[in-house]
């Protein structure tokens, strides 16, 4: 439980050292006094969102410190799980600097905020910050029938069999997409693979047939030009290199006996007639074997106009298709068969899913019991608090299975006879919704497990009886949790086992606020001025004392 708040530096509270029971302590003050401030320091210590606006004006950084003891075993727990020791007090200590951004502290270990929030949400619950939206909230209804409950067990079971059906399904999910993404591709490479074999593309032949189509479409003027040569080197008719070759031997042999040093020349001429006239044959023979054969140029173009579909349908070589070709081979016969696993796999979901089913409906069943005790008592305690004719249910419809069941459950509520239940969601009257949420309260008070209770706006809406009410609905909740209050009522402050009083101060044109614990003499006057004003008559005071002797027997 807290058992003492230090405040210093934050808006006009400059220093304050503010000491709590175990049980119901209550904080009264005029209005702009800085109650509200409690609440936002209690909030920042809870690792709760600040803004440097908090901090009292000239100073350089606002310090709020919470000392907690007989801590719970969830809250060890978590301590143990942040590295920390697990001892049986707890400070917690936050620094909001004026120039922007905030520190925090864990039993004078520096710690980050979200492991000031996980602890704080386990040692303080504050009515104002999230219990509106508890109450409007449909989703919220169920939780807290199942918390009224007590017995989780088939919730756990539901939700373990739940989880274990996501799990499977998840698994299924995965090895379907598995297997339909494997056929798809074993139906590709099938194909590729029969579409390379009904062609009988070899490697290499795609440009054997380029170069040997390239050669036959040029074949006509290449045996042309063959044939000119050899027609240069050896006509029959007109001048050719042979005939030139013979006239010159002819005019060395005239003069042979004048000129015998050109025998040597001579015989060489008729060396290179010779020689020219092998090559003549042999360009002659070359031009007969490449004439245009035009049977093989038509089989040639034709085998290169399927390749270059085949090739253009998967887009790329023919070295290339003939490579993914003896690659799709091994990846046929490497892709996994999932089947087995598959049919085993829906046979399990379908298992579990008539399991989850099961637990869903008898989770629905224990729900709707508990529904019904739920707001027997939420109506016992709504009467309590002066709301006599209140009616209380639950409209509970079924719909998919989630983690939390099959169940909608949501709280309606007729306020006053003769009316029709309503969503609890449409109720306008402040008075009535602090009452409901002290109701919930009371009725869940035994297992929540969270020490303390602050309540900022309980009494918003109510007087007279009502609020005399709830604050014996609180005194009662202060002997099983410590509570803490901010109330304006002195019905609810003469019910408290501690009374802080916050007064606001003006000193050398300086606001600053003190929170001070009373004694008997100090509540009665306080609870006097909350009764008529100041100052209140001796009548008032005189009044406020036997209140206050008849609630505290003890007190002096």
Known sequence: MLTELYIENLAVIEKAR?????RFNVFTGETG???????????????????????????????????????????????????????????????????????????????????????GELLIDIHGQHDTQILMSSDQHMQMIDRFGGD?????????????????????SVLVKQAQEQQQKAEYLKTLVADVERVGLKMGEEDAIASALERL????????????????????????????????????????????????????????????MDISDTLRALSEEMELDEMKLARLQSRSA????????????????????????????????????????????????????????????????????????????????????????????????????????????????????????????GGE???????????IADLDSIPTMIFDEIDTGVSGRAAQKIGIKLEELGRVRQVLCVTHLSQIALMADHHLMIEKTVENDRTSTKVMPLDFEGRAREIARIMCGEPPSDLILASARDELRKQHPDLK
């Open 433 to 443: 919704l602090s009452r409901i949420m002290l109701a919930l309260k009371c009725v």
């Open 152 to 172: 989780d067990s088939l919730l756990l079971s539901y939700q373990e069999s739940f989880r274990t059906l996501q799990k499977k399904a998840k698994r299924l």
């Open 18 to 22: 503010i000491p709590f029971s175990g």
């Open 306 to 429: 399927a390749i270059r579909e085949l090739t253009r349908s998967y887009v790329c070589t023919g070295d290339e298709l003939v490579q993914r070709c003896a690659e799709a081979k091994d990846a046929l016969r490497s892709l996994q068969n999932h089947t087995e696993e598959i049919e085993q796999l829906r046979r399990e979901k379908s298992r579990l899913l008539t399991e989850v089913s099961d637990r869903a409906k008898a989770l629905s069943s224990w729900r709707l019991e508990t529904a019904e005790r739920f707001t027997a008592s939420v109506c016992e305690q709504l009467q309590f608090l002066d709301m006599p004719g209140v009616r209380l249910a639950v409209s509970h419809s079924v719909g998919k299975l989630t983690i939390q069941g099959m169940d909608r459950m949501e709280l309606m509520i007729s306020a006053n006879r003769g009316e029709s239940l309503k969503p609890l969601a449409r109720i306008a009257s």
């Open 217 to 276: 479409e040029q074949s006509e003027s290449i045996v042309s030009a063959i044939r000119s040569a050899a027609a240069a080197l050896d006509n029959e008719n007109g001048l050719n290199a042979v005939t030139l070759i013979r006239e010159a031997q002819d005019e060395l042999d005239r003069h042979m006996e004048l000129l015998p040093e050109a025998e040597n020349v001579c015989q060489r001429l008729k060396t290179a007639e010779l020689e020219i």
């Open 33 to 119: 006094a800085g109650k509200s401030i409690l609440i936002h320091g209690i909030n920042a210590v809870l690792g709760q969102r600040v803004t440097k606006d908090v901090v009292r004006t000239g100073c350089s950084k606002a310090v709020v410190s919470a000392l907690f003891q007989n801590i719970s075993p969830n809250v060890k727990q978590v301590l143990e799980e942040l590295g920390m020791e697990a001892e049986d007090e707890l400070l917690l200590t936050r620094e909001i600097f004026a120039d922007g951004g905030s520190s925090a502290r864990i039993n004078h270990k520096t710690a980050t905020v979200s492991a000031m929030r996980r602890l």
